[in-house]
T-cell receptor, first 110, second 114 residues
Framework: DAKTTQPPSMDCAEGRAANLPCNHSTISGNEYVYWYRQIHSQGPQYIIHGLKNNETNEMASLIITEDRKSSTLILPHATLRDTAVYYCIVLRLGNEKLTFGTGTRLTIIP | DTEVTQTPKHLVMGMTNKKSLKCEQHMGHRAMYWYKQKAKKPPELMFVYSYEKLSINESVPSRFSPECPNSSLLNLHLHALQPEDSALYLC?????????????FGSGTQLSVL
């Protein structure tokens, strides 16, 4: 599966949109982009995933560039509870080996 | 019920002890996973069970022995561990066969080996 690159840390003001970037320039056509987050002392939590179209759910939006080499996770109105490590993962459909990179530590500032 | 339950939440054991970690899910998921997470590091995959059969072993030392007695239960048997095995052990499950293979994680067992 393709490797991903994320900034190690980001800050965002409470109530603002948090935009978390991810580069995956070697992504293949059958690989999906997944986002998980891990709040301190908890297990990782699935957020969203997509192939090439933009996706939105109750937690976040995922914007994938047309060439699929990068994506952005958007938390529209960040709250203090969104402080967590966010992992961007590229995964081929049906691959059981979900592998975490180092992620982005997002801190929401009051 | 969208929960993965792990017990115990905390475990302290000596290097000569034998202990087991337990994981349970009632979502009808057919794939179950063990991950190990050291402090300030990402989770690392250890084992994957698919339809109650071990499908992936990421070259884990034999002092860790997984077991999947049925589709709802996953155990990790521990024996003769080393202090460097102290970590958070996470269990996860997924509904294998679906196009969106999202994993549901438990809160983990924090293991300390003395």
């Amino acid at each position: 599966d393709a490797k991903t690159t994320q900034p190690p840390s980001m800050d965002c003001a409470e109530g603002r949109a948090a935009n978390l970037p991810c580069n995956h320039s070697t992504i293949s056509g059958n690989e999906y982009v997944y986002w998980y987050r891990q709040i301190h002392s908890q297990g990782p939590q699935y957020i969203i995933h997509g192939l090439k179209n933009n996706e939105t759910n109750e937690m976040a939006s995922l914007i994938i560039t047309e060439d699929r080499k990068s994506s952005t996770l958007i938390l529209p109105h960040a709250t203090l509870r969104d402080t967590a490590v966010y992992y961007c993962i590229v995964l081929r459909l049906g691959n059981e080996k979900l592998t975490f990179g180092t992620g982005t530590r997002l801190t929401i500032i009051p | 019920d969208t929960e993965v339950t792990q017990t115990p939440k905390h475990l302290v054991m000596g290097m000569t002890n034998k202990k087991s970690l337990k994981c349970e899910q009632h979502m009808g998921h057919r794939a179950m996973y063990w991950y190990k997470q050291k402090a300030k590091k990402p989770p690392e995959l250890m084992f994957v069970y698919s339809y109650e059969k071990l499908s992936i072993n990421e070259s884990v030392p034999s002092r860790f022995s997984p077991e999947c007695p049925n589709s709802s239960l996953l155990n990790l048997h521990l024996h003769a561990l080393q202090p460097e095995d102290s970590a958070l052990y996470l269990c996860a499950s997924s509904q294998q066969g679906q196009y969106n293979e999202k994993l549901f994680f438990g809160s983990g067992t924090q293991l300390s080996v003395l």
